[in-house]
């Protein structure tokens, strides 16, 4: 099985700072990686899929995507008090496809 | 605009049965794979089954194999979850969720979710 693990597990910056979550596969995955936003109490929303494109109609070009095999990032420039979430990484590489523990960015 | 609605959660006694729905629009259903994935109270999703564009083939979490059932109806629009000997660690928010394809693929809409409680 593909472990997946994200950094750090919570984070807390100013409106304003660049923040960059790390999620790390255990074994390579491709560019086969998404990433979700998870507003509290809503479901959660793609931002980003193939590794690095942004979904259409997320308006928020603030965030954007890198890496390939096993390390990607994903960088909010100038966090909005908006952003205030939870963000998961998926793989989808094989079956099943997995989820990240999550990222939980506060605003300072 | 992609609308994905679900309703038949609830509290159900361990070993009982529960049948969630989904109804879509906006989009031809008919054209993708889909999916329900759950999310247990503070923990990430989950992804629990899909179910291809034509119904043809279907995939399963090895937690819930012989215990749920996905299936599809194109014509009405409507996708469900019938589940079966619930457990303890089936409650959950559980979400209706579009994949652009069947296995290999990311979820780009999704439900509000239905809550599911299993207790005694």
């Known amino acids: 099985d593909i472990q997946m693990t994200q950094s750090p597990s919570s984070l807390s910056a100013s409106v304003g700072d660049r923040v960059t979550i790390t999620c790390r596969a255990s074994?390579?995955?491709?560019?086969?990686l998404a990433w979700y936003q998870q507003r509290p109490g809503k479901p959660p929303e793609l931002l980003i899929y193939?590794?690095?494109?942004l979904q259409s109609g997320v308006r928020e070009s603030r965030f954007s995507g890198s890496g390939s095999g096993t390390d990607f990032t994903l960088t909010i420039n100038s966090l909005q008090p908006e952003d205030v979430a939870t963000y998961y990484c998926?793989?989808?590489?094989?079956?099943?496809?997995?989820f990240g523990p999550g990222t939980k960015v506060d605003i300072k | 605009q992609v609308h994905l609605v679900e309703s038949g959660g609830g509290v159900a006694q361990p070993g009982t049965s529960l049948r969630l729905s989904c109804v879509a629009s906006?989009?031809?259903?008919?054209?993708?794979?889909m999916h329900w994935v759950r999310q247990a109270p503070g923990k990430g999703p989950e992804w629990v089954a899909a179910?291809?564009?034509?119904?043809?083939?279907?995939y399963y979490v090895d937690s819930v194999k012989g215990r749920f059932t996905i299936s599809r109806d194109n014509s009405k629009n409507t996708l469900s979850l019938q589940m079966s000997s619930l457990r303890l660690e089936d409650t959950a928010v559980y979400y209706c969720?579009?994949?652009?394809?069947?296995?290999?693929?990311?979820?780009?809409?999704w439900g509000q979710g239905t809550p599911v409680t299993v207790s005694s």
């Open positions: 969720v579009r994949g652009p394809t069947y296995l290999i693929t990311y979820f780009d809409s």
């Open positions: 906006g989009f031809t259903l008919s054209r993708y794979g």
């Open positions: 179910i291809s564009s034509d119904g043809s083939s279907i």
């Open positions: 074994h390579a995955v491709g560019y086969y």
């Open positions: 193939a590794a690095s494109t």
């Open positions: 998926q793989r989808y590489n094989t079956a099943p496809p997995d």
